[in-house]
């Protein structure tokens, strides 16, 4: 069973609602060429689609991009639009915070669809047989179903995370991410209809890069727990027990697993950069609203507050980075794939 790893939920100061900018970012980034792929791409005839975000946490962002769904797919069906109705889904982890997603998307009275939650992993059956029209995903895929069962024998010490790590500690990562994949893959071939299109977007480390990054804001982290670990206010192995289940593939690791899985014909691939100004401070911030949950199920709370404040000591050290080397290193991988099923 996949393990949970949800968004902080609520509105208050380091809620995922009140800190994605950068995701919103992201959406919009994609938001042209997620239509376009829509228009050039989807070829169903029906009087009800049925679209499904997968990860959509506890918005607003997942409302944006499922209207931007809905209005790509009234743009190409524009003679008969208004004839068409709209299923959209919400899918998280049973624990993600919905009560949040629907107090504010019921909040909009300009809603074209209608709605409905779908807790559980998306790395399993979520849906009945040939019902799905469109799945999209945005940012969520980099989420492993749980940390890889190869670190339970390997040390990865001093680290929480693949990045600096040893080639073994890699591998266990690759090897898990297309486990997941596969999984994944396999379950919406059988949800989707034949000829339906699932979109992804997701942080991406391209293919010349890989073998030597992963995603180098995780070591500013790390260095605070050393930093609690040599002033004893840690055990050195809590830490050493601790990985991040996060793998943030590059374009060979994606069409690898699609034609391994042979369900799916790959409709476009595109590498794009980042295009989002954030400084470091909101930058941590957001990480927090991301990961608190996860540092807080292992260390608890009151240790996960003293890690993100100790890294936002190094905010300094922190902007640097994002100046000369994350905007430059990492990438928005769009892909869209049609069902053969």
């Known amino acids: 069973m996949a393990e949970s790893f949800p968004m902080n939920g609520g509105n208050g100061v380091y809620s995922y609602t009140k800190n994605s900018l950068l995701q919103r970012n992201v959406a919009d980034n994609a938001k042209l060429m997620v239509r376009e792929a829509i228009i050039e791409n989807l070829d169903i005839q029906t009087k009800t689609f049925a679209i499904v975000d997968m990860g959509c946490s506890v918005g607003p962002n997942t409302f944006f991009a499922m209207q931007n769904v809905v209005q790509a797919i009234k743009h190409k069906y524009h003679s008969t639009c208004s004839q068409i109705e709209f299923h959209v889904f919400f899918n998280d982890h049973v624990t993600n915070d919905f009560n949040v997603l629907f107090e504010s998307l019921f909040s909009d009275h300009q809603k074209t669809y209608f709605a409905a939650a779908i807790p559980g992993s998306f790395y399993g059956r979520l849906f009945p047989s040939h019902s799905i029209h469109v799945a999209y995903s945005c940012y969520a895929l980099q989420w492993l179903s749980r940390v890889p069962k190869g670190l339970i024998d390997k040390k990865n010490k001093g680290r929480i995370h693949y990045d600096g790590a040893s080639i073994d500690v890699w591998n266990a990562y690759v090897d898990q991410f297309e486990k997941d994949m596969e999984v994944f893959l396999s379950a919406r071939a059988n949800e989707m209809v034949h000829g339906g299109l699932i979109v992804l977007v997701l942080p991406s480390i ?76 909101s930058f941590i911030i957001h990480i927090r609203a991301g990961f608190e949950g996860i540092f807080t199920k292992h260390f608890g709370s009151k240790i996960t507050h003293e890690i993100f404040e100790r890294t936002l000591g190094k905010i300094e050290e922190i902007e640097a980075w994002l100046e000369t080397e994350y905007y430059k290193t990492t990438r928005q991988l769009f892909m869209v794939l049609k069902c053969k099923n």
């Open 206 to 281: 391209p293919s010349e890069q890989h073998s030597k990054i992963g995603y180098r804001i995780l070591t500013f982290v790390e260095s605070s727990l050393i930093d609690m670990v040599n002033e004893g206010i840690l055990e050195e192995s809590l830490v050493d027990s601790f990985n991040l289940p996060l793998y943030f593939p590059s374009d060979e690791d994606m069409t690898k697993v699609v034609e391994k899985n042979g369900c799916f014909s790959i409709e476009k691939l595109e590498i794009t950069c980042l295009q989002c100004n954030i400084d470091a401070k």
